[in-house]
């Protein structure tokens, strides 16, 4: 198995579109950090003008408010980055005429495709890794750390200096499973093609059309919607919600609904076990032409 995979992360890393999705990445990453740098007391000024009545000591647009700025803006864009590795694992070979010639080697069907999507899961936690290195290390670098103060939809959030690092890393590591779930969805759909665009379309258009869904505040959507998995694709922003004291002050290291998490990477992960197990079924069924 350990062989396989190796193979096939060779093959990932010999696909020029495999460095597209980096190269996308730092460029985002760096055009938001440069454009804070160079006019971010606007952006402070704009982002406090609601809030006069508050005093806020400290350096406001440090290093975790940048991660976290780029976070609620890329992390709505990487499925797509994903997709074009994930939606190609397969569909890519049968486009090029070399899925017969895997399927000679002394593998069992299901070992080739537990072995593609191990992969594609490699290729998304490194996506994940290197979004982590630019948009919070380097971040943390360039601007410095402090304390994290957020707006949300109805309230403020002021997160202490000492206790936000350990909260990126929850979320990051959500993030990582949620992202997973997108590379099982578009797995699943390159196993029904031979060539890349159909799963890579496919795959993009049930997100959005699932995503559109899960925001309809419609009665007859509403009860799907808790186990529809892109309704839990923004989870990790539970990590930077604080339960309060009776004095309405933020308890240091806690999460306000852990519960929600918890919830969320069971739905998530249910959907990865159910896109690749459909995908290992609908495999050995397929007939192989090319």
Known sequence: MWQLIQIELFKISKRPRTYISFVAITALIAAVQIGLKVDGAS??????????SIEVNGNVLNGYLICYIILQMLLVNIPLLITLIAADM???????????????????????????FVAATFYTLA??????ILALFVSMWVFGTDDLFLFKSSYIVLIEKNDVFWR?????????????TVAALGFLTSVFSDNSIG????????????TILST???????????????THMNSWKEFFDQQVNENNEAIVGSIQNPGRIINS????????????GAAMYFFHKKDINS
């Not at 890393?169 to 992202?179: E, K, L, R, S």
């Not at 799963?199 to 699932?210: A, Q």
């Not at 990477?265 to 690749?276: N, Q, T």
Request: glycine share 6%; with cysteine; hydrophobic share 60%.
């Open 168 to 180: 990126y890393c929850g979320a990051f590591a959500f993030a990582a499973v949620a992202m997973t």
């Open 127 to 132: 996506l994940l890794v290197w979004l982590a």
């Open 90 to 116: 397969i569909s890519g070979e049968a486009n090029m005429g070399t899925l017969r010639l895997l399927l000679t080697k002394p593998y069992a069907r299901w070992e080739i495709v537990l072995a593609k």
């Open 43 to 52: 952006y402070v000024d704009f982002m406090m003008s609601t809030t006069s």
């Open 265 to 276: 990477l069971w739905i998530l992960g249910l959907h990865i076990v159910g896109f690749v």
């Open 199 to 210: 799963p890579i379309v496919t795959t993009m258009s049930i997100i959005v059309f699932l």
């Open 216 to 230: 309809m505040n419609i009665p007859l959507y509403a009860t799907i919607q808790p186990y529809l998995f892109v």
